[in-house]
């Protein structure tokens, strides 16, 4: 088992999930609340944040171990482990369980690598067979706001439809293109991408692809839906 590494991305992320809760303070209550994170990573990007945000306070869950020893390492050098901490295991088991105040935000970069099975270069990546798995998962568990990254490629027509049936709005996003990298790059991934877009579920051209960090919400505060908006940028 390796660490996820992509810069790009993990940057996009980083600005993005910053941007939106800088946008959103007032509504999203998370200086008070504090958020939760599905997959840490290695937390450079996400400990940038907090570095930034003196308010912020976020409790990060990651599969990989590998991840979560480095995330440790990363998130002590910037001096944020006191507001930035990180357990090892599965979000889904363990951020209810958790106990303490109610927290109603969540953020995510979720595994999106769209995949027949598992067996890919990093199968803690892997996001189901159209890649939405995770962020599915994610909108059917509770939280008034969840920050995810949507990536064009693994089904966001169903992602943003099936939001919308729980009750979640666009707020906001930013979206970036970015190349294939080695996760999406491998063969038998890349194959299954130009499947899943043939048959109309998904978008990306012979370099790359685009992702967007949304803001879903159901709080009445926040108003607009841009979710068509999204999925144009999104190229569908
Ligand atoms: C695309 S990476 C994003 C990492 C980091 N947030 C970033 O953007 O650089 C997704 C991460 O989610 C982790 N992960 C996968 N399934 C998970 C789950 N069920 N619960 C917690 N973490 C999970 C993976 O191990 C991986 O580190």
Redesign the pocket.
């Known amino acids: 088992m390796s ?2 590494s ?1 810069a790009d ?2 940057a996009h ?2 600005f993005s999930v910053c941007m939106l809760l800088e946008q959103y303070r007032g509504p999203l209550k998370w200086d008070e609340q504090g958020v939760v ?10 400990a940038d944040v907090v570095s930034s945000l003196p308010e912020l306070r976020i409790r990060s ?4 171990a590998p ?1 979560v020893a480095q995330a440790r390492e990363n998130i002590a050098a910037r001096g944020v482990a006191d507001r930035y901490t990180v357990e090892l ?4 088991d ?1 951020a209810d369980a958790a106990g303490g105040a109610p927290v109603s935000t969540v953020i ?5 690598i769209p995949a027949p099975d598992r067996d890919i270069l ?1 199968p ?2 892997w996001g189901g067979v159209r890649g939405n798995d ?1 962020v599915l998962q994610l909108l059917k568990c509770g939280y008034d706001n969840v920050i995810a ?1 949507v990536a064009s490629y693994s089904d966001p027509e169903t992602t943003v439809r099936t939001a919308e049936d729980h009750g979640y709005r666009v707020a906001n996003f930013l979206a970036v293109g970015l190349d294939f990298g080695p996760y999406s790059n491998e063969p038998k991934v890349r194959d299954h991408i130009r499947r899943l877009c043939a048959a109309g579920h998904g978008w990306a051209d012979e370099d790359g692809y685009m992702v967007a960090v949304a803001l879903f919400t159901r709080t009445p505060d926040i108003p607009g839906n841009r979710a068509d908006q999204l999925l144009r940028a999104l190229q569908l």
């Not at 869950?61 to 990989?64: F, G, L, Q, R």
């Open positions: 660490c996820f992509s991305e993990s992320y980083g994170e599905l997959g840490t990573g290695d937390a450079t990007a996400i869950y990651d599969i990989s991840s295991g599965d979000f889904f363990q995510s970069n979720p595994p999106y990093m803690e990546l995770l990254a």
